[in-house]
């Protein structure tokens, strides 16, 4: 089945101890993203990869690092969360060229930073 | 700037259909989709649109008219299911080469589906 995988789903954590959300795709997705959600803000991109060793930022990077090693897998590294980051996260792939470009979500990462 | 805009809430009854609305000004144009979002869930995909006009797929249909930065979702035969929120997302251009799926999100309309 094709599918975005993200993990932990549900995380309560607190300031400054550092956590990695991982994100894997089985569809062979050369473009993959993520993004956080919150209420009145919507979806707002944090970094995005286009195919392995490329990532680059998106709207709002800060706090965040991300790799991409190889081309299933998008980890996203808080170094030092803060409460600011508590947040609701989705992964995203999608391909790079060719079809629409629609977006495969995850199921999400409830994260609070106490 | 780029801007999204669509109705925060709407309601509708069971059976009927209802039209969600959704305009935008961006910096040029490569597509625009909709997507489901129930909540608490992830969004998925709905429709897509990048000539004008309207794209029928089984109950849901979408239309597009680039001139004057509109689209909308219908549903029809609306069922309990449908109750989630509903996205808007432009595809723009980029300057960063790289980042051809750059996307602006509208907040989204939250549908509810009454019996």
């Known amino acids: 089945e094709a599918q975005v995988t993200q993990n932990p789903r549900y995380l309560i954590t607190v300031t400054g101890k550092k956590l990695t959300v991982t994100c894997s795709q089985n569809m062979n997705h050369e473009y993959m993203s993520w993004y956080r959600q919150d209420p009145g803000l919507g979806l707002r991109q944090i970094y995005y990869?286009?195919?392995?060793?490329?990532?680059d930022k998106g709207d709002v990077p800060e706090g965040y690092k991300v790799s991409r090693k190889e081309k299933r897998n998008f980890p996203l590294i808080l170094e030092s969360p803060s409460p600011n980051q508590t947040s609701l996260y989705f992964c995203?792939?999608?391909?790079?060229?060719?079809?629409?470009?629609?977006?495969?979500f995850g199921e999400g990462s409830r994260l609070t930073v106490l | 700037g780029q801007n999204i805009d669509q109705p925060t809430e709407m309601t509708a009854t069971e059976g009927a259909i209802v039209q969600i609305n959704c305009t935008y000004q961006?910096?040029?144009?490569?597509?625009l989709f909709w997507y489901q979002q129930h909540a608490g869930e992830a969004p998925t995909f709905l429709s897509y649109n990048v000539l004008d006009g309207l794209e029928e797929k089984g109950r849901f249909s979408s239309f597009l008219s680039r001139s004057k930065g509109y689209s909308y979702l219908l549903l029809k035969e609306l069922q309990m299911k449908d109750s989630a929120s509903y996205l808007c997302a432009v595809r723009i251009p980029s300057y960063n080469a790289g980042n051809n799926r750059k996307l602006i999100w509208g907040l989204g309309t939250s549908l509810a589906v009454n019996p």
């Open positions: 990869s286009m195919n392995v060793e490329a990532t």
């Open positions: 961006t910096s040029g144009f490569n597509g």
């Open positions: 995203a792939s999608s391909l790079y060229r060719g079809g629409t470009g629609e977006l495969f």
